[in-house]
């Protein structure tokens, strides 16, 4: 059995407004045997990386290598623009050494809660993929339960859109709403639920080269 660990601690500033959550990187960030390629850092996967299109919308030239200039130009980007990254699996076990989010059992989430109480700045969340079992979302309902709190939709078109009342963390901080964002994976394995959108669909008639490359970048552009 593998205990695929997250190798990587929540990146969150004083003035976070916007975090980022998914669910874990491969195994091999977590063993170290990353490939010429990855970045080391949150999602660094050159197979499956968030990076190309946030590269995509605001023309950054990243470097897509192991070196501290990827590392340095991505952490800049997020601090500019006042984004966190803070996936919400510690740790889970795995029969099968591979990505899947099927594939993890034992699960330990993180306080996801417990952060936005100690950082008051943050007002949504970004689900990088939707209420699929053990995708971010559905990790984060099931955490909310333990809160007695739930989602309320906002939203129903994708990507869905919903709010929660958090509770407050001290005396000096009162209750505030948070919105979620369930953004469309940036996994190649979401290329077919992209493919059945009626918005894919339609954009896709109009223009035969529109991609599921560009389906994203429309689709995060609003959020990122």
Known sequence: MFLHKHPYKP???????RLIVGT???????????????????????????WLYIDAIYNLNLRYDNSKEAISQRKEFLITHKIGVCDIVE???????????LGMSAIKLRNIIGFLQD?????????????????????FRKH???????????AKDTPKIHQFILPSGSAKQPERLIKTVSLTSSSGAANISIGSNPLYKQLKAK?????????RVLQYREFL
């Open 24 to 50: 874990l990187p491969p195994p091999r960030f977590t063993t170290g045997d990353l490939q010429e390629k990855d970045v080391d850092f949150c999602y660094g996967s050159h197979h499956n990386s968030l």
């Open 91 to 101: 740790s889970a076990e795995r029969k099968k050494i591979d990505a899947s989010d």
């Open 144 to 154: 909310l339960r333990e809160y007695n709190l739930k989602l309320e939709l906002v």
């Open 207 to 215: 223009n035969p080269d529109f991609n599921t490359f560009d389906f």
């Open 11 to 17: 990146f969150i500033k004083k003035n976070t407004e």
């Open 119 to 139: 950082f008051p700045s943050i007002k949504n969340l970004l689900f990088i993929g939707g209420n699929s079992k053990n995708g971010p979302e559905y990790f």
